[in-house]
């Protein structure tokens, strides 16, 4: 039954044994739980900017109302920045922690494989975030992101499904919109969830 328990939901949120070294601030640094902070900050501001962000030819407009308009509006968008620059940067230090103390050896082959892809989702949420800003900025970044996506096999199909038809002047488009609030966000989510899993199942961070 113990050891049953161990292997339910339950066990893996609070266990009744972890190992001893997992429990020292320089085991991990926090970095793990700091870029869940940031994905908790960026989801609670990223649905409250929702309600008046218009993606595609009305991205800056609604932005600039936001900040002008919008009793803490600019706090908002600011807090929403920030936040999004934080998890780029502790997920960054968590890998850059995990390479240092070889804990990417077996058995945590998957937990590394899974780190990877998040840093890598991590890093294109913050640039498709940067393209619904809108302006000639984003629609530069739009149009240098579709040309490394078209000089690959089947690239310009690729670049169309992820960017829409940005303009020169404006990278924010309904594709891009979508991409990032529902299908990046929740593949982030998702894999965050199933790495808490996997490292609470190996023992690992201190129980709630």
Same mark, same amino acid.
């Given at each position: 039954?113990?050891?049953?328990?161990? @292997? $339910?939901f339950t066990g893996h949120i609070r266990p009744r044994q972890i190992r001893a070294g997992a429990l020292r +601030?320089?085991?991990?640094?926090c970095l793990g739980g700091f870029s869940f902070l940031a994905f908790i900050v960026l989801t609670i501001t990223?649905? %409250?900017?929702?309600?008046?962000?218009?993606?595609?030819?009305?991205?800056?407009?609604?932005?600039?109302? /936001?900040?002008?308009? +919008?009793? @803490? =509006? #600019?706090? %908002?968008?600011?807090?929403?920045? *920030?936040?999004?620059?934080?998890?780029? !940067? $502790?997920?960054?230090?968590?890998?850059?922690?995990?390479? *240092?103390?070889?804990?990417?050896?077996?058995?945590?082959?998957?937990? *590394? /494989?899974? =780190?990877?892809?998040?840093? #890598? +989702?991590?890093? !294109?949420?913050? @640039?498709?975030? @940067? &393209?619904?800003?809108?302006?000639?900025?984003?629609?530069?970044?739009?149009?240098?992101?579709?040309? &490394?996506?078209?000089?690959?096999?089947?690239?310009?199909?690729?670049?169309t499904v992820f960017f829409g038809q940005p303009s020169p002047l404006n990278g924010s488009t309904l594709n891009?919109?979508?991409?990032?609030?529902? /299908?990046?966000?929740?593949?982030?989510?998702?894999?965050?969830?199933?790495?808490? *899993?996997? !490292?609470?199942?190996?023992?690992?961070?201190?129980? &709630?």
């Amino acid at each position: 039954m113990g050891k049953q328990g161990n @292997y $339910s939901f339950t066990g893996h949120i609070r266990p009744r044994q972890i190992r001893a070294g997992a429990l020292r +601030l320089r085991a991990t640094f926090c970095l793990g739980g700091f870029s869940f902070l940031a994905f908790i900050v960026l989801t609670i501001t990223g649905v %409250l900017l929702l309600f008046y962000y218009q993606p595609g030819d009305r991205a800056f407009a609604s932005l600039s109302e /936001i900040n002008s308009v +919008l009793p @803490y =509006g #600019g706090f %908002l968008r600011s807090l929403h920045f *920030w936040a999004g620059q934080l998890m780029v !940067i $502790s997920v960054f230090l968590h890998m850059v922690r995990v390479v *240092w103390s070889r804990a990417y050896r077996p058995l945590r082959e998957l937990n *590394w /494989i899974t =780190g990877v892809v998040l840093f #890598g +989702l991590t890093v !294109i949420l913050d @640039y498709s975030g @940067y &393209l619904l800003r809108g302006g000639q900025e984003s629609g530069a970044a739009a149009t240098v992101g579709q040309a &490394l996506f078209t000089s690959l096999p089947g690239g310009k199909a690729l670049a169309t499904v992820f960017f829409g038809q940005p303009s020169p002047l404006n990278g924010s488009t309904l594709n891009m919109f979508v991409w990032h609030v529902f /299908i990046l966000a929740g593949a982030v989510g998702f894999l965050q969830m199933f790495h808490f *899993w996997r !490292i609470r199942r190996g023992g690992g961070v201190r129980p &709630l």
